[in-house]
């Protein structure tokens, strides 16, 4: 997945053209191009330090330096700050999940600023994740691995946000969250994208859209 000559997909949600980002001096993607398009979910897939995180990072905003193309819902956001960018209807799960010691899970699905119009209300995320309705004055740190991953993806479906970033999702679910449905992958109205652990054959399996494929490594390391 090198680049950039793709053609434009008009009802594209996020469309990333010639995108480069850097950690310093580490030059870690090499002019990307990809499209989400409305109402589908698409993997990443690619080696260990491949640049699949720092993909969804460039996206959100929030890498050291970044160049390059990224339009969500045909507004170029390349220039923008973190919060600008979340306000055109974009939620991250970061792969340490951000979940808090002081706040319950209750708390956790209330404190999400709305960025959308189609966010799910609480009971609806306890409809979703059963387990948490059971873990509902826990604190967030106190939960599983599995439930802590449940109520992070819970709390992007809590923004209304179009476009979901979810990072390995399904690392720490077991049997049943994984063979549930890519409902959990996608919001109401919108698209999502992710990069799943365990390659490509558990997230095909498990109904995870469409697969993008990263390039062979390169030497010295570097990036998709
Ligand atoms: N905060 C950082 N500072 C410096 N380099 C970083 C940082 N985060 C990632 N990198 C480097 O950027 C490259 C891409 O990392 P990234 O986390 O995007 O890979 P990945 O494809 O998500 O890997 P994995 O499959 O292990 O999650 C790697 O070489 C990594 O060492
Ligand atoms: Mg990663």
Known sequence: MTNAALDPI???ILAIRDLHA???E???????????P???VVTLLGRNGAGKSTTLKSV?????????????????????????IARHGVAFC???RGIYATLDVKEHLELPTRVGDHGLSTEQVLDLFPHLR??????GTKLSGGEQQMLAIGRTLRTGARLLLLDEPLRRAGAQHRGTDRRHYSPPQGA???HPAGGAEPALRHGCGRPVLSDRPRPGGGAL
């Open 38 to 40: 409305e109402g589908q």
């Open 22 to 24: 850097w950690y310093g």
């Open 94 to 96: 970061p792969e340490d």
């Open 134 to 139: 059971e873990r509902l004055n826990s604190p």
């Open 60 to 84: 959100m905003g929030i890498v050291p330096r970044r160049r390059g193309s990224i339009r969500l819902g045909g507004a170029e956001t390349i220039g923008l700050r973190p919060f600008h």
């Open 192 to 194: 999502g994208i992710h």
């Open 10 to 12: 008009l009802d594209s």
């Open 26 to 36: 580490s030059h870690v993607l090499h002019g990307i191009g990809l499209d989400v």
